[in-house]
């Protein structure tokens, strides 16, 4: 059960990022217009603000533990 929740997790964030990326494309694309461009820069900069605060809450601190020994 905890692998098919983290799965589901990892496939939402990736979804997540995917669809900031592409709304940050059409945010470059000279053939929409000014106004659809303009919400789509910022819809896909705070998609992808939003997954960056995502994955620096989700990620360890350090990836293998430290061992700290105290001084005599």
Not at 41 to 47: A, F, N, W
Request: net charge negative; with cysteine; proline share 6%.
């Amino acid at each position: 059960m905890f692998a098919q929740v983290v799965l589901l997790a990892a496939f939402l964030y990736l979804c997540l990022i995917c669809l900031g990326g592409y709304l940050l494309m059409l945010a470059f694309d000279a053939e929409y217009p000014d106004t659809q461009r303009l919400q789509a820069l910022l819809g896909g900069g705070s998609i992808s603000l939003v997954g960056a605060w995502l994955l620096k809450v989700a990620m360890p601190r350090r990836v293998s533990p430290l061992l700290i020994e105290a001084d005599p």
